[in-house]
């Protein structure tokens, strides 16, 4: 087994305006991604809602037990975190 590497990513949450630098690594999950980008938004610039979160990489949802590694995500890459609201489209 390898030691997890430091990722940061370029993200951006929902409906914010910024985009911030978030420090994950290659054995972080989609989920935990997705939870460490929207901490520094959701309920301060975005409004909570009580929806699962998904993280889009390259215009696709990545399942949430994908791994950074897994999922091919490099250092600086750009990745959004939404929302995944039943019935919705992105």
């Known amino acids: 087994m390898t030691t997890p590497e430091l990722v940061p990513l370029n993200a951006i949450f929902s409906t914010d305006f910024v985009q911030i630098l978030v420090p994950v690594t290659t054995a972080d999950?989609?989920?935990?991604?997705?939870?460490?980008?929207a901490s520094h938004s959701e309920g301060r610039r975005v409004r909570a809602l009580p929806h699962p979160k998904v993280v889009v990489y390259q215009g696709e949802k990545m399942p949430g037990?994908?791994?950074?590694?897994?999922?091919?995500?490099?250092?600086?890459?750009?990745?959004?975190?939404?929302?995944?609201?039943?019935?919705e489209t992105s």
């Open 29 to 37: 999950t989609m989920d935990e991604v997705a939870a460490a980008v």
């Open 65 to 87: 037990h994908m791994t950074v590694a897994e999922a091919g995500i490099q250092p600086l890459d750009h990745v959004a975190v939404e929302y995944d609201i039943p019935g």
